[in-house]
């Protein structure tokens, strides 16, 4: 009995001598830094350094298996149809990537940014987005291209990063197209809106119902909805980027979440290819040579370096002349 009694009063003390030892503490005792102090902020939005890609996030949908819910073309009825252009157009890139990385906890919205890189979640934005606007095809973009050059480019430069010829008589500064925080952060009607009816007490023209009669084109709705498009090209790629990857060997170099094992290697649309709505056969796989000959799709490069006058402002026929500054 007293025996028994005295081992038991004895064992605290043993316990504790032996953790002073090499027993290992417990993580949630120490002084570390908690967990969610470290973790980003939910709302903490990390842009991309590089033009998100159409074709590449067409992969990121199918193997998150969005189409389950939304269907192949988005247009299955989840609530919401992907589809739809008026419900697209009134999204902001930003707040699609926002839901789409994190999820709606309200409604078990499933999020992917634990699954995949930021990039991939990005590609996946400007994806979705296409199943309700349509990017325009190559062939559009080269036919709006000498309208920007002409009507565009003196005030946002041929590549759309706001220095053209006239932009230094601007205050501000004509936008630069390639700007993602500021571009992610309009929905296409914002976008529509500013180059229809202009910016009021800034250098932007209002276009809506102009002409360019030598281009032979006249500014209707139809029309700006295209200048839009046109002007998301410079920062929304609709070219793949993982073909070589995704086309040569069948190994998937993007983590394959267990879903559509074959599927997924299946390679990236071919480039100028729009509808990213055909679901299996897609008959045009791009050879590996057939890198895409535009990179960039957005410059209509050399194009008439907006030297012609804008619709509207009249011309200062300033040349490139450094010396007249500030
Ligand atoms: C389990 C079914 C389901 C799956 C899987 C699913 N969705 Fe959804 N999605 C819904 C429902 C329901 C809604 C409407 C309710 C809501 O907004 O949460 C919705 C809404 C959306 C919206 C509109 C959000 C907004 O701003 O209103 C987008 C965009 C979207 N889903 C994209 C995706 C993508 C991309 C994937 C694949 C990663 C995906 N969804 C997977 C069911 C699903
Ligand atoms: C005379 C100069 C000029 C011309 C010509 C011009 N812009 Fe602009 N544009 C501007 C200025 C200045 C801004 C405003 C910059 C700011 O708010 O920071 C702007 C802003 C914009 C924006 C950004 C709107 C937003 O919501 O942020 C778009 C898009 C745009 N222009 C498209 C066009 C298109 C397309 C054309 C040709 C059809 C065009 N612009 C012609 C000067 C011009």
Request: charged share 20%; glycine share 8%.
């Amino acid at each position: 009995m007293k025996l028994s009694v005295r081992i038991l009063s004895v064992l605290p003390i043993a316990a504790l001598l032996a953790s002073c030892g090499q027993t290992p503490v417990p993580v949630s005792n120490t002084n570390m830094v908690k967990e969610n102090l470290t973790e980003a902020p939910k709302d903490f939005v990390v842009f991309p350094d590089d033009k998100p890609s159409i074709p590449d996030g067409a992969q990121v949908y199918k193997q998150q298996n969005c189409a389950s819910c939304h269907g192949a073309d988005g247009g299955q009825d989840a609530t919401v149809k992907l589809n739809d252009p008026r419900f697209m157009a009134r999204k902001k890139p930003v707040d699609m990537y926002k839901f789409l990385a994190w999820g709606n906890k309200e409604t078990n919205h499933p999020g992917v940014l634990k699954d995949r890189s930021n990039r991939e979640v990005w590609n996946l934005v400007v994806y979705t987005r296409s199943l309700g606007t349509k990017p325009l095809t190559d062939k559009e973009m080269e036919a709006v291209a000498p309208v920007f050059g002409a009507n565009c480019a003196i005030c946002h430069g041929t590549k759309g990063d706001g220095d053209g010829p006239l932009a230094r008589n601007l205050e501000p500064w004509p936008a630069n197209f390639q700007t993602f925080r500021r571009f992610y952060d309009r929905d296409d009607d914002t976008l529509f809106d500013h180059i229809a009816n202009g910016i009021k007490w800034e250098g932007m023209p209002n276009f809506l119902g102009k002409e360019d009669k030598r281009n032979k084109v006249k500014f209707d709705h139809a029309y700006i909805h295209k200048l839009v498009q046109y002007v998301r090209a410079f920062h929304i790629s609709n070219q793949p980027t993982i073909v070589a990857n995704a086309g040569a060997a069948s190994a998937p170099a993007t983590p394959s979440t267990g879903t559509g094992t074959s599927t997924s290697a299946e390679p990236a649309k071919a480039p100028g290819t729009t509808t990213a709505t055909s679901t299996g056969s897609s008959p045009e796989t791009p050879s590996a040579g057939e890198t895409p000959s535009t990179p960039d799709t957005g410059a209509g490069a050399d194009q008439s370096n907006g030297v012609k006058s804008p619709t509207g402002s009249e011309q200062s026929q300033e040349p490139k002349d450094h010396s007249a500054g500030q």
